[in-house]
């Protein structure tokens, strides 16, 4: 089914960015910290160095949104064509875990990403003392959106294989009974 490809897709992709994104706003969380407090790392500051982690940090978050954006519109259209092609599905095991940890995680993105402007508008020593926090929360949310991708991936194949592991049968004949058939055999010769 072309609906369920394309979510999948573009819940994959949502993944991929995602982690990618909390790897970059680590790096540059890190970078803004020894810019201020004169102790940079040196991978961090190997990443700055080939591409600025400001305007780098800027297109993952951008990128962040649209592959948000279309992962979405995927689902969406998975959903539509889901049940234009039949009944409603009754919620088994995989929604459910997919509906929780979609509730977990788009608050924990949400707290996540306030946690992190309001630690870097306040400038470089109070990032410092709420870094350990910021990490947490960031890698926890990261974690939490890759739950709820591979759960939703999960959802949307589980017709795919259900559909394809059965073996395929062409129309059955029904016979009559076989005591009905002897005994019209039976009248009928006689």
């Not at 102790?39 to 949104?65: Q, W, Y």
């Not at 062409?170 to 039976?186: E, K, T, Y």
Request: glycine share 6%.
């Amino acid at each position: 089914m072309p609906g369920a490809r394309t979510a999948v897709t573009a819940l994959v992709a949502l993944t991929v960015v995602d982690v990618f994104h909390a790897i970059v706003a680590l790096a540059a969380y890190e970078h803004r910290i020894g810019v201020v407090t004169h102790d940079g790392s040196g991978t961090v500051n190997m990443l700055d160095s080939i591409v600025p982690l400001r305007e780098l940090s800027a297109a993952m978050f951008c990128l962040l949104l649209l592959t948000l954006l279309t992962a979405w519109a995927g689902v969406a259209n998975w959903v539509i064509r889901a049940r234009r092609a039949g009944p409603p599905v009754a919620p088994t095991a995989p929604v459910g875990w997919w509906r929780m940890s979609a509730i977990v995680a788009v608050p924990l993105n949400l707290i996540a990403a306030v946690q992190y402007l309001s630690a870097t508008a306040n400038g470089g020593e109070y990032m410092r003392t709420v870094l350990a926090e910021t990490t947490l929360l960031l890698i926890a949310a990261s974690v939490a959106l890759v739950t709820t991708t591979t759960a939703g991936i999960q959802v949307v194949r589980a017709p795919e294989h259900t559909s394809s592991t059965k073996p395929c049968r062409g129309p059955q004949r029904r016979s009559r009974p076989r005591d009905v058939r002897s005994a019209a055999n039976s009248d009928g010769g006689s």
